[in-house]
């Protein structure tokens, strides 16, 4: 069974750039997570998708991040414009849904890696 | 105000060795607890995951205590890689709800 892909994998930009991630979850699976994950800290939840609803938002710096899941599947994850702070591995988790959210078993992808300068 | 806790480390233990990672949680509603091992520029994968008193899977042992709230992770006879840092999730919010990770636990296993 595929995992949940991400892409890109490493992104450096400038203070005051854009950029966009993008997840695809593991098939069927309906909750999509993004993490924000510093240096030496535990993943920190964005924001969280039942299908291409939002869930919870409520650690989303909004005036600078956005994300959407418009065919609840893919997502993306955008930082406009990004601060030296931002800089972080980015990670998409998938659950089944089944459960709920709190007891899901949530599956990682990869992360992105973003450097700014 | 939602907290997991975990003691960062690093415990540097010799092979063979047994060491347990604690892990406090601070929402007493919390119903499900997970731990995931994250390998150094990697992402998290699931350990092991506990509902209700612990669990064991070879030589992984969680233990539950709702009481004191926290969960703890035993890890028996360690190998060389097992080396990895040890992330605590704990699960709130029922059906909608999430997890809340702690800053992780660091092992460093050495021959």
């Known amino acids: 069974e595929a995992g949940v892909a991400q892409s890109p994998r490493y992104k450096i930009i400038e203070k005051r750039q854009s950029v966009a991630f993008w997840c695809n979850p593991i098939?069927?699976?309906?909750?999509l997570y993004w993490y924000q994950q510093i240096l030496g800290q535990g993943p920190k939840l964005l924001i969280q998708?039942?299908?291409?609803?939002?869930?919870?938002d409520s650690q989303l710096p909004k005036d600078r991040f956005s994300a959407e899941r418009l065919k609840g599947v893919d997502s993306t994850l955008k930082i406009q414009p990004a601060k030296l702070e931002d800089s972080a591995v980015y990670l998409c988790?998938?659950?089944?849904?089944?459960?709920?959210?709190?007891?899901?078993?949530?599956?990682f992808g990869p992360g992105t890696r973003l450097t700014v300068l | 105000r939602k907290e997991v806790e975990q003691d960062p480390g690093p415990f540097n233990v010799p092979e063979g060795a047994t060491v347990a990672f604690n892990c406090t949680y601070s929402?007493?509603?919390?119903?499900?607890f997970f731990w995931y091992r994250q390998d150094c520029r990697k992402e998290p994968k699931l350990l092991m995951s506990v509902y209700s008193s612990g669990n064991e899977d070879g030589r992984f042992t969680a233990q539950l205590n709702r009481a004191s709230q926290y969960i703890s992770l035993l890890i028996r006879d360690s190998k060389l890689s097992d080396s990895a840092t040890y992330l605590c999730g704990g699960g709130y919010g029922g059906s909608q709800g999430n997890l809340i990770f702690g800053k992780g636990t660091k092992l460093s296993v050495k021959p």
């Open positions: 098939s069927g699976h309906a909750t």
């Open positions: 929402n007493s509603a919390s119903q499900s």
């Open positions: 998708f039942q299908n291409n609803g939002v869930v919870d």
């Open positions: 988790a998938s659950s089944l849904g089944e459960r709920g959210g709190s007891t899901d078993t949530q599956y």
